[in-house]
């Protein structure tokens, strides 16, 4: 490890950091990307981390929020948070909480249709993001993105 011991190389080590840093790249380019799909979804009444949930719900009809919060990467809490306003919506019902009793999620017809509008806002906001990352480029990046995302830190 190299020690920065004045201004210059201060200097130096702030600008290759900037210049390098994979967490610095890859959080901006997640707030960008983010920023297109809200954009896009939005126009739904959703937002990317409530399609998601609803993604989920339609492959499984009903999951345990242990299952929900694993496939998601999200904390259990994170996913207490982001299911109550499509509770509070009608697009997904909850199971009653009580002692020794898995809450489960489970989407309703009304979130079946939510996530079918929103489907073709999704599909937008993915083109573009996809041309963003270079259609070429796409496809060998996201299989690493996943990887990655899945690899246990």
């Known amino acids: 490890m190299t020690e920065v011991n004045d201004d210059l190389d201060l200097h130096a080590a702030a600008d290759l950091a900037r210049l390098t840093c994979a967490c610095f790249a890859l959080r901006q380019a997640a ?6 799909y809200e954009t896009e979804l939005s126009k739904a009444g959703l937002s990317p981390g409530q399609f998601s949930i609803l993604s989920a719900l339609v492959l499984h009809e009903e999951l345990p929020f242990s299952v ?5 990467g999200l904390e259990r809490t994170s996913l207490s948070r982001a299911l109550r306003p499509l509770a509070r919506d009608g697009r997904v019902t909850l199971s009653p909480e009580g002692p020794r009793r898995r809450r489960s999620a489970r989407i309703t017809p009304d979130g079946r249709r939510t996530y079918a509008e929103a489907f073709p ?12 990352f270079g259609s070429t480029d796409w496809p060998a990046l996201a299989e690493r993105l996943s990887r990655l995302s899945e690899a246990k830190t």
């Open 68 to 72: 929900l919060a694993e496939e998601l």
């Open 121 to 132: 806002f999704w599909q937008r906001a993915q083109a573009e993001a996809a041309q963003q």
């Open 31 to 36: 707030r960008q990307t983010t920023r297109l």
